[in-house]
T-cell receptor, first 110, second 115 residues
Framework: DQQVKQNSPSLSVQEGRISILNCDYT??????FLWYKKYPAEGPTFLIS?????DKNEDGRFTVFLNKSAKHLSLHIVPSQPGDSAVYFC?????????FGTGTRLQVFP | KAGVTQTPRYLIKTRGQQVTLSCSPI?????VSWYQQTPGQGLQFLFE???????NKGNFPGRFSGRQFSNSRSEMNVSTLELGDSALYLC??????????????FGPGTRLTVT
């Protein structure tokens, strides 16, 4: 059973606009969430994280929002750039390990 | 600092064979985790090693095993390969014991193809 779900396998956004990537989880015991970005032929790289005691964390163009009651988090990228085109994974911390979603492929076009 | 390195980058094996993959973590990182990535399944956690001890294990059969050496380098072994084992195997290291210890640093992966 997939505890961390990314229901949109792909997303296409125009350069300069906002990209919103969504992630849902089922386990209310998750207390820390992370987003990773992955380019082809490379390993995922850490992007941004958020603790369950917060509802928002911002880092430059990237903002993560957490809605604990809905068990939902989202990653906002503003403005989107062509270099943001990649696969994005959300992950949740369960005790001592990370549970990853299946990923969303973001394509930013000119 | 050098990043996480994995060898080999690509591997082709036949069903029934065994394979060993290697991972060298970032200097100073004592935790090494292994993941399997397949299309539609995301990153599936295999196991984590810390100070030469397996700390966590995912839901994979016993054909998947690993170990960690005193210099924190880790190896993963898959015995009696099956076609379904074809995947990208990723290794990640983290410093542990620090606030950001769950920010894992991934290597480029080993692409294993089983024929």
């Amino acid at each position: 059973d997939q505890q961390v779900k990314q229901n949109s396998p792909s997303l296409s956004v125009q350069e300069g606009r906002i990209s919103i990537l969504n992630c849902d989880y089922t386990n209310s015991m998750f207390d820390y969430f992370l987003w990773y970005k992955k380019y082809p032929a490379e390993g995922p790289t850490f992007l941004i994280s958020i603790s369950s005691i917060k509802d928002k964390n911002e880092d430059g163009r990237f903002t993560v929002f957490l809605n604990k009651s809905a068990k939902h988090l989202s990653l906002h990228i503003v403005p989107s750039q062509p270099g943001d085109s990649a696969v994005y994974f959300c992950a949740a911390k369960e005790t001592d390990k990370l549970i990853f979603g299946t990923g969303t492929r973001l394509q930013v076009f000119p | 600092k050098a990043g996480v390195t994995q060898t080999p980058r690509y591997l082709i094996k036949t069903r029934g064979q065994q394979v060993t993959l290697s991972c060298s973590p970032i200097s100073g990182h004592r935790s090494v985790s292994w993941y399997q990535q397949t299309p539609g399944q995301g990153l599936q956690f295999l196991f984590e090693y810390f100070s030469e001890t397996q700390r966590n294990k995912g839901n994979f059969p016993g054909r998947f095993s690993g170990r960690q050496f005193s210099n924190s380098r880790s190896e993963m072994n898959v015995s009696t390969l099956e076609l379904g084992d074809s995947a990208l195997y990723l290794c990640a290291s983290s410093p542990r014991g620090q606030v950001s210890s769950y920010e894992q640093y991934f290597g480029p992966g080993t692409r294993l193809t089983v024929t």
